[in-house]
């Protein structure tokens, strides 16, 4: 069974730092891109980034390009997303999904973990 947990979230204030982590299991860990997204509610969910397989290659939303910074541990079959200089707006839910580097139709996603922005 493929399960992906996310953990990190919280409340913080802005301006400050949260690390989120995404740990696989069932799955080849090193065959799937990772992925991150958000979503608010009533809105679309949307991609904040991407990193390859080996890890060397990587993507990011206009928005939160120079603060995040997306990284993965294929030995530890875990993927991470570093938030810095947190606003108000990047509150959401955080959902990581891991996207098979091949066969664009098996992708599994976590439960989504809740960060907060506020004074």
């Known amino acids: 069974q493929v399960q992906l947990v996310e953990s990190g979230g919280g409340l913080v204030q802005p301006g400050e730092s949260l690390r989120l982590s995404c740990v696989a299991s069932?799955?080849?860990?090193?065959?799937?891109?990772m992925n991150w997204y958000r979503q608010v509610p009533g809105k679309e969910r949307e991609l904040v980034a991407t990193?390859?397989?080996?890890?060397?290659?990587?993507t990011y939303a206009e928005y939160v390009k120079g603060r995040f910074a997306i990284s993965r541990d294929n030995a530890k079959n875990t993927g991470y997303l570093d938030m810095n200089s947190l606003k108000p707006e990047d509150t959401a839910v955080y959902y990581c999904?891991?996207?098979?580097?091949?066969?664009?139709?098996?992708?599994?996603w976590g439960q989504g973990t809740q960060v907060t922005v506020s004074s």
């Open positions: 990193m390859a397989v080996a890890g060397g290659s990587s």
């Open positions: 999904k891991a996207q098979h580097r091949n066969v664009l139709i098996i992708r599994y």
């Open positions: 069932g799955l080849t860990f090193s065959r799937y891109a």
